[in-house]
């Protein structure tokens, strides 16, 4: 997919007042510091359309990017960051359940994890509850780089194998990306491009 634009539309914290247009929409969430600003505007081919992380666990909005005037891009707040207060951490569970058990347009969620780690407990849980709520979702794994090439595949294996495991009897799709040498970009677009198609 070519982005001939990627433009900001809003940010808000009430999922009744997200854009009110009928238009596909992908959510991106994962714990702060997964590279999820930097995989955003890699895909974009933006510098700064999210934001990086100076300060992880701040951006605890719903972002709505439109993209090609067609599909919205959801920049959903980082979560599991260790000193964000509970009060915060409520509100931020209040709306983000809120935005996936209400937005219709919601098409697919795009649940990020650092390839180097193995499948953490809030993770885990996220996608258990995503899968209870009858959420789509796939796994983008992040800062593929950061591995060799040899076990970049051995590792996703090994986390996806950790799902079957546990309460999951099939796998989700899942990607495999850097945002620093742009692996997986083609792959995520591509995937978005052929739902959008159907
Ligand atoms: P966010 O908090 O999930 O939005 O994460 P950021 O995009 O701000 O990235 C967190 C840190 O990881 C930053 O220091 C990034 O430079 C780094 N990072 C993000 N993506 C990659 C990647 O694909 N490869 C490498 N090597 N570093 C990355």
Same mark, same amino acid.
């Given at each position: 997919m070519k982005i001939s634009s990627a433009e900001f539309v809003m940010s808000n914290s009430n999922v009744?007042?997200?854009?009110?247009?009928?238009?596909?929409?992908?959510?991106?969430?994962?714990? /702060?510091?997964?590279?999820? /600003? /930097?995989?955003i505007n890699m895909l974009?081919?933006?510098? /700064?359309?999210a934001k990086t992380s100076g300060r992880p666990g701040k951006t605890q909005l719903?972002?709505?990017?439109?993209?090609?005037?067609?599909?919205?891009?959801v920049d959903l707040p980082g979560y599991g960051y260790a000193r964000v207060s509970k009060k915060d951490k409520k509100t931020f569970q209040k709306y983000?359940?809120?935005?996936?058990?209400?937005?219709?347009?919601?098409?697919?969620?795009?649940?990020?994890?650092?390839?180097?780690?193995?499948?953490?407990?809030?993770?885990?849980?996220?996608m258990e509850w995503l899968g209870i709520h009858q959420v789509p979702f796939t796994i983008i794994f992040t800062k593929a780089d950061k591995l060799k090439p040899a076990v970049i595949e051995?590792?996703?294996?090994?986390?996806?194998?950790?799902?079957?495991?546990?309460?999951?009897?099939?796998t989700p799709p899942h990607f495999i990306?850097?945002?620093?040498?742009?692996?997986?970009?083609?792959?995520?677009l591509g995937y978005i491009q052929n739902i959008n198609q159907d």
């Open positions: 009744a007042k997200c854009p009110n247009e009928p238009l596909p929409e992908y959510a991106f969430i994962g714990r /702060s510091n997964v590279g999820k /600003s /930097s995989l974009m081919e933006r510098k /700064s359309l719903i972002n709505h990017f439109k993209v090609n005037g067609n599909w919205f891009l983000i359940t809120e935005y996936f058990e209400k937005r219709k347009q919601l098409v697919c969620a795009f649940v990020l994890v650092d390839i180097r780690h193995d499948p953490q407990p809030v993770d885990l849980e996220f051995k590792k996703a294996d090994t986390y996806l194998q950790k799902l079957l495991d546990g309460a999951w009897e099939e990306t850097s945002s620093t040498d742009r692996t997986g970009r083609e792959d995520v």
